[in-house]
């Protein structure tokens, strides 16, 4: 009798294999972190190249400014692009309320305020402010344009 009961059995059958669908909590969590990760990392990269962007083309004008002084240093037209450029970039950095009315002596101190040290001396601002609204400003010296460009790099790398 015990060979029948023994015959009685069936075959031994597994289990089916573990599917790869649905993946288990840990996958889908590590797989949204993984997601936030990239996505952050992509908006951190995208912030930083516009920075980087906005700081190098700031840069190349004022070079492009520079040289044209060097070829006519009494030139009214590059000191005039020279302020169009310095409050372009104030417009990038802060809010246009803050930025867009500003003249004169309140301009100039709004750009001394921006940056660690004052770099618009009484000598630089008065340039400035009445070079490019002569006929023929004499400027007699670069320092206007390493002002310029020192508080450029300063601002924008706080930006």
């Known amino acids: 009798?015990?060979?029948?009961?023994?015959?009685?059995?069936?075959e031994l059958h597994l289990p089916p294999p573990v599917s790869f669908w649905p993946p288990a909590m840990g996958w889908i969590i590590l797989f949204i972190?993984?997601?936030?990760?990239?996505?952050?990392?992509?908006?951190?990269?995208?912030?930083?190249?516009?920075?980087?962007?906005?700081?190098?083309?700031a840069l190349r004008r004022l070079k492009i400014l520079y040289i044209s002084w060097q070829n006519k240093p009494i030139n009214a037209d590059v000191m005039c692009q020279l302020s169009i450029l310095l409050r372009r970039v104030a417009?990038?950095?802060?809010?246009?309320?803050?930025?867009?009315g500003l003249t004169g002596v309140a301009?100039?101190?709004?750009?001394?305020?921006?940056?660690?040290?004052?770099?618009?001396?009484?000598e630089l601002?008065?340039?400035?402010?009445?070079?490019?609204?002569?006929?023929s400003?004499?400027?007699?010296?670069?320092?206007?344009?390493?002002?310029?460009?020192?508080w450029i790099k300063q601002v924008l790398k706080n930006y």
């Open 33 to 57: 972190l993984m997601g936030l990760i990239f996505l952050g990392a992509v908006y951190f990269l995208q912030v930083h190249f516009k920075r980087w962007r906005i700081k190098r083309e």
């Open 125 to 135: 601002s008065d340039l400035l402010l009445s070079a490019p609204y002569q006929s």
């Open 91 to 100: 417009l990038v950095v802060y809010p246009r309320e803050k930025v867009a």
């Open 107 to 122: 301009w100039i101190q709004f750009l001394n305020q921006c940056v660690n040290q004052p770099l618009f001396t009484h």
């Open 137 to 150: 400003p004499e400027i007699p010296n670069d320092d206007l344009f390493v002002a310029a460009e020192t």
């Open 1 to 10: 009798m015990n060979t029948n009961v023994l015959a009685e059995l069936r």
